[in-house]
């Protein structure tokens, strides 16, 4: 059985049955308790599961993300919530330099079970220094996983897989979304890291995108249905490790390759999945792989330069049409 509820309550269950299941897992960061979080993912956490378990934290990202890796070294299973993850950048070293490499460096005496989760990428108007998508930081340093859902029945499914898993998991999840409603089981089931979601098959083009992008995706579609383009959608759901199984199959089905992200050009997410089909899929290629970004510019903050800014439903169609060697 399922039922329709928001990302946001997804996220809640997610964290609220893994409390329950384990006496390890415990919630830390900005406003998650009396506040019950930025976004009220946490809503009534701290009523349930009291002050030792659902942490308020100062507005100081190095220390509370040192204070969970700390946890996690000695046998916890922390959930660090930054309001936003440009403010992780704060804590970049905390989370590069010692939640990334401590099993390594240890021999694997000690591992790493924490996740460090909250919203990324634009919402609205909300500037330069909050708009930022950094995945593609993260998904370059080894020792990291990093996940990204599109809807509430994946983050809940992914949320838990990350807070059994014995890596530190970077979970990130777009502000927009929290709203976004979705079917969601109503019984026990997890969705293993690594595993991406063929969200509609199709035979002209693959196309493939993450987290919002997957909603811009889906208005694109109805345009380019109109026109008998069938364009088959992947969602790699986890960026690292990414399904490259899934996203090759894909390519040499369709021979062709359309990339959706948010984040900014040079040295996307994108160009790396785009390595990686020519590398391994070259010659399943019939046309070149073609990309849809932001815009290689800091954020702007007026709301019609913001729009501009970022990828577009014109924007894909416009690409797939490239793709499909049709005028643009």
């Not at 030792?52 to 996690?72: K, L, M, N, Q, S």
């Amino acid at each position: 059985m399922t039922r329709e509820i928001p990302f946001r309550q997804a996220l809640r269950e997610a964290m609220v049955e893994e409390m329950e299941r384990d006496e390890r897992v415990f919630l830390m960061g900005e406003e998650v308790g009396a506040y019950q979080g930025a976004y009220k993912v946490s809503l009534g956490m701290q009523e349930r599961f009291g002050e030792r378990r659902v942490v308020d934290t100062p507005i100081a990202e190095t220390g509370f993300a040192g204070v969970g890796v700390g946890a996690a070294m000695v046998g916890l299973r922390p959930i660090i919530e930054f309001m936003t993850f440009n403010f992780s950048l704060v804590a970049f070293d905390q989370l590069v330099n010692n939640a990334a490499k401590l099993r390594l460096m240890s021999g694997g005496q000690f591992t790493l079970p924490i996740v460090f989760r909250g919203p990324g990428g634009a919402g609205h108007q909300l500037g330069a220094q909050h708009s930022q998508c950094t995945e593609s930081f993260y998904c370059h340093v080894p020792g990291l996983k990093v996940v990204m859902p599109s809807n509430p029945k994946d983050a809940k499914g992914l949320l838990k897989s990350a807070i059994r898993d014995d890596n530190p998991v970077i979970f990130i999840e777009s502000e927009v979304l929290y709203g976004v409603k979705g079917d969601v089981p109503e019984e026990e089931y997890t969705i293993p890291l690594g595993q991406a979601a063929i969200v509609r098959p199709g035979k002209d083009l693959t196309i493939i995108a993450w987290s919002k992008m997957q909603h811009l995706v889906a208005l694109a579609l109805a345009r380019l249905d109109q026109e008998g383009i069938d364009a088959e959608v992947i969602d790699p759901r986890t960026l690292r490790p990414l399904d490259e199984t899934a996203i090759l199959a894909s390519v040499r089905k369709t021979n062709r390759l359309l990339i959706v992200e948010e984040g900014w050009p040079t040295g996307g997410i994108g160009a790396q999945i785009a390595y990686l089909v020519q590398e391994k899929a070259f010659d399943s290629l019939d046309a070149p792989i073609a990309r849809v970004t932001s815009e290689d510019v800091p954020m702007p903050f007026a709301a019609d330069l913001e729009k501009a800014a970022l990828p577009s439903v014109e924007k894909v169609v416009a690409a797939a049409r490239r793709v499909l060697g049709r005028p643009a």
